[in-house]
């Protein structure tokens, strides 16, 4: 059984950093990608970052240049910066990745306010 645990959200004020954390546990795809998710109320759920397993990095548009996506693989642990907050960022968000059969894992999000 995977797990996944995001910690490190909170009410931050526009200009804020936060910095998110995710923990993956058991029988993980080995060597998959790892995935930062958000949505927002009303809203659907969308990618904000992605990295492989070598460190390649993927952005949204909207994040690029604010964000950066990091992991540390002994530890099965990926870590999302956010500088240069803005109340649009506000959002659960959801990290995600594979389970050894390939299915989708996701965790239970972390809730990121972001006041004007």
């Known amino acids: 059984q995977v797990q996944l645990v995001e910690s490190g959200g909170g009410l931050v004020q526009a200009g804020g950093s936060l910095r998110l954390s995710c923990a993956a546990s058991g029988s993980l795809f080995s060597n998959d990608v790892m995935g930062w998710y958000r949505q927002a109320p009303g809203k659907q759920r969308v990618l904000v970052a992605a990295i492989a397993h070598s460190g390649n990095t993927h952005y949204a548009d909207s994040v690029k240049g604010r964000f950066t996506i990091t992991r540390d693989n002994a530890k099965n642990t990926a870590y999302l910066q956010m500088n240069s907050l803005k109340p649009e960022d506000t959002a659960v968000y959801y990290c995600?990745?594979?389970?050894?059969?390939?299915?989708?894992?996701w965790g239970k999000g972390t809730l990121v306010t972001v006041s004007s």
């Open positions: 995600n990745t594979r389970d050894i059969y390939g299915l989708d894992v």
